[in-house]
């Protein structure tokens, strides 16, 4: 009776493991640290990050491109630069001003949409796909930014660029 109940608690945490896709903080830091290398590139990737509203109190997670969440730090901080990952493993932000909260979309971020959207998605077909190198290119339009969102924390970085939003599997050498 022991035995088969052991069993059953193991096939059940392994069948959970693979219901899951998500990547734990230490990927989703490597993969901001990498889109903080490449920052200057035309081509921007999308990044998840925990931004507080000093004034409200306001704290949400929100996905946004590399150059606008350094143009919210200008706006704050008159900062102009990189952003050092190495000193912001948490990938918190705190603004004050509305220029730099509008600069990151901060007040038109929903989080229940981005909930709602990523029930309607397939997330580990869709994984499994860009994995197996099936799909490199997608087109969301104005959900574009919830579905970097929710591929950032699947370890799948999100690019928009030029021609169009490129996705790939994250590796450390931060190259597609």
């Known amino acids: ?13 392994l069948l959970s493991l693979g219901l899951s896709t998500d990547v734990n903080d230490e990927i989703k830091n490597r993969m901001f640290c990498c889109a903080c290398r490449k920052s200057g590139s035309t081509s921007r990737d999308y990044v998840v990050v925990k931004v507080k509203n000093t004034k409200t109190g306001a704290l949400k997670e929100i996905c946004v491109t590399l150059n606008l969440l350094e143009g919210a730090m200008w706006r704050e901080r008159s900062l102009f630069g990189r952003i050092n990952c190495e000193g912001n493993s948490k990938r918190y932000f705190e603004f004050s001003e509305d220029s730099a909260l509008s600069n990151i979309g901060f007040n038109e971020y929903s989080t229940s949409k981005l909930s709602t959207f990523q029930k309607q998605l397939n997330i580990d077909s869709i994984v499994k796909q860009i994995k197996m190198g099936k799909l490199y290119s997608v087109n969301f339009g104005k959900n574009e930014r919830y579905f970097a969102h929710v591929m950032f924390n699947n370890g799948v970085v999100t690019t928009s660029g030029c021609f169009g939003t490129s996705v790939f599997f994250f590796n450390d050498s931060c190259e597609e």
Do not use: E, L, R
């Open 1 to 13: 009776m022991k035995k088969s109940v052991v069993f059953i608690i193991t096939i059940a945490g």
